[in-house]
């Protein structure tokens, strides 16, 4: 079991409105993800502490053309 601090959970917080928020322009999105180590770190966090998959590019990239 993982020990978070406050600090990992205001990073946590911020990162995965990037990550997860629907918006018109993911260009933060993008950038974010050319960092796996904040990606896994949001991933594993959310599995810990809430239960959820954040879900992957592949998978938004499928749902997005799935809505079309």
């Not at 990037?18 to 018109?24: E, Q, S, T």
């Amino acid at each position: 079991s993982s020990s978070y601090t406050t600090l990992d959970a205001l990073v946590f917080g911020q990162l995965a409105v990037i990550l997860c928020a629907r918006i018109p322009q993911p260009r933060l999105r993008q950038k974010l993800r050319e960092f796996p180590n904040l990606v896994q770190f949001v991933r594993r966090m959310a599995l810990d502490c809430l239960q959820v998959e954040v879900p992957t590019e592949e998978v938004r990239e499928s749902e997005r053309k799935k809505e079309r």
